[in-house]
């Protein structure tokens, strides 16, 4: 009996401790992301200084609004349903906030590819990177 009970309460620990998905490790990757991103649009884009210094504000300011939101939406209680729909519609605002910031700093040829690039190479809510490969695969 002290075996069933002691197992238990391991499972219960061991299943509680991997149920944190959002670590101290994913903000940094978010933040590190951000970096990368406004480095992949320097080179896609052909961004001089202050054009990449805007456009990695821009990114940051993103990333820092979009882990509030997720933090909030956390400590409510929320089907993840609900979770899911707050987090896509406040990305949606954020995005908006975010592009229409880089609007007045790029040309009409990089807003273009900067669209193109935003929509399907950049993942909107990790901020990651999608090989170009991967991308023509999901469309």
Not at 39 to 49: A, H, I
């Amino acid at each position: 009996m002290k075996k069933i009970i002691l197992t238990t309460i391991c499972s219960f620990i061991f299943l509680f401790g991997f149920s944190q998905d959002k670590s101290p490790d994913s903000k940094i990757a978010i933040k590190k992301n951000a970096q990368k991103v406004s480095e992949y649009l320097k080179s896609e884009l052909k961004l001089n200084k202050e054009q990449t210094q805007r456009c990695l504000d821009a990114f940051a300011q993103y990333a820092w609004n979009m882990q509030q939101v997720e933090e909030k939406s956390n400590t409510r209680n929320l089907s993840e349903q609900d979770k899911k729909k707050q987090l896509t519609n406040m990305m949606l605002k954020f995005a908006k906030q975010r592009d229409s910031k880089l609007q007045s700093v790029f040309s009409e040829k990089q807003l273009k590819l900067y669209s193109q690039k935003t929509s399907r190479v950049i993942h909107p809510f990790t901020l990651e990177i999608i090989k170009e490969k991967e991308s023509k695969k999901r469309n």
